[in-house]
């Protein structure tokens, strides 16, 4: 079993993450674009801290609203670095509104942000990297790799052995259909 699949669910702050939402597949591209940000923020950080945080990062970023998001200018930037209940790094605060920018372009030319990932995939992990490491701003080997397993296109986010592994299949996640 994997780590996190033994630990969640005897923690408060992981046990709603774990059995309902991660690793299982995502469509709504609202949703895509908060996980994108969360596994940006949580860089450094542990993924207890950002789920704590999670309801402050979603008021501080507009819903995760991708197009108001996108029009956040410096006094929006000043406010979010002002901000205590969220992440306050500079970088991870311009990551997130360039990523909105860009992922305006992206629903411009495919319709959405799912669709743009569907376009690409199966590929694997490495091949996943480079792609979004040319397409995004701020993006390591293990965000890319969170980002994707926690939204069911990449494998590895329950063990087998996890009682919430029947449920992620039953729900068909890219990575079942077509495995990279």
């Not at 030319?109 to 701003?137: C, E, N, Q, Y």
């Amino acid at each position: 079993m994997a780590e996190y699949c033994r630990s969640a669910p005897h923690d408060d702050i992981h046990r709603a993450y774990h059995a309902l939402e991660y690793g299982f597949p995502v469509r709504d591209d609202t949703v895509l674009f908060e996980r994108l940000v969360l596994e940006i923020n949580q860089a450094g950080l542990s993924w207890g801290t950002i789920l704590r945080k999670r309801a402050a990062f979603r008021q501080a970023y507009a819903q995760f609203d991708i197009a108001r998001v996108a029009a956040f200018g410096e006094a929006d930037i000043v406010r979010l670095l002002g901000d205590a209940g969220i992440v306050r790094n500079r970088r991870k605060v311009l990551a997130a509104i360039e990523n909105a920018r860009r992922l305006r372009d992206i629903q411009a030319r495919f319709g959405a942000f799912s669709a743009w990932l569907d376009s690409h995939h199966p590929r694997p992990h490495d091949a996943w990297v480079a792609l979004f490491r040319h397409s995004f701003v701020f993006m390591g080997r293990e965000i890319v790799g969170e980002f994707l397993m926690s939204t069911g296109y990449l494998p590895g986010a329950h063990g087998p052995d996890c009682p919430v592994y029947p449920e992620v299949l039953a729900a068909s996640p890219p990575w079942l259909r077509s495995p990279a």
